[in-house]
């Protein structure tokens, strides 16, 4: 089982819809998590981090669950330029990163 | 600042040839990592540093060397290049800050470079 798992989609939307990606995280020790963000052949970005009291940033809107060890980004109102990959992201300890695999988002005009 | 900047950009080498993938960061930060990314895997950890003079191994290591001789530069070595390090390669580098009660921290990455290994 991968220690980070995302639904790898793709998802295409309409501009203008609200769209949400999900992700499992499977080692309980983990202790910060975030979404980046992957343009097609560019460097990954960080979007915003995740927070256990849930945050916001704009139209995107970032959730954690450590009972359930779930992660959740919600994009309201998306636009042309969302299209893109986005990681779940997931440190354990050391600055270590462990990245899933990514789900790719198409918005449509 | 130039961020974290790799070169080369493009590299395509024949099997059992070496090669040194370079990275520098001008943002003083102390940790840097390599990861390599392959189509449905994600990015997956190769070597990272938290400081001049200390690496240490990631997730996938075999076929690769690093070292840290300053805070700047992180390079990663290919000793002999086979077709399974056919990737993207990512360079990236991080620093911790509080501001309150919260944590920050950010990985800068590099544009990557993407080899081919025939």
């Known amino acids: 089982r991968k220690e980070v798992e995302q639904d790898p989609g793709p998802f295409n939307v309409p501009e203008g819809a609200t769209v949400a990606f999900n992700c499992t995280y499977s080692n309980s020790a983990s202790q910060s998590f975030f979404w980046y963000r992957q343009d097609c052949r560019k460097e990954p970005k960080l979007l915003m981090s995740?927070?256990?009291s849930g945050n916001e940033d704009g139209r995107f809107t970032a959730q954690l669950n450590r009972a359930s060890q779930y992660i959740s980004l919600l994009i309201r109102d998306s636009k042309l330029s969302d299209s893109a990959t986005y990681l779940c992201v997931v440190k354990r300890a050391a600055r270590q990163l462990t990245f899933g695999s990514g789900t790719q988002l198409t918005v449509l005009p | 600042n130039a961020g974290v900047t790799q070169t080369p950009k493009f590299q395509v080498l024949k099997t059992g040839q070496s090669m040194t993938l370079q990275c520098a960061q001008d943002?003083?930060?102390?940790?840097m990592s390599w990861y390599r990314q392959d189509p449905g895997m994600g990015l997956r950890l190769i070597h990272y540093s938290v400081g001049a003079g200390i690496t240490d191994q990631g997730e996938v290591p075999n076929g690769y060397n690093v070292s840290r001789s300053t805070t700047e530069d992180f390079p990663l070595r290919l000793l002999s290049a086979a077709p399974s390090q056919t990737s993207v390669y990512f360079c990236a580098s991080s620093s911790t800050f509080r501001q309150g009660d919260r944590a920050y921290d950010e990985q800068y990455f590099g544009p990557g470079t993407r080899l081919t290994v025939t």
């Open positions: 943002m003083n930060h102390e940790y």
């Open positions: 995740v927070y256990s």
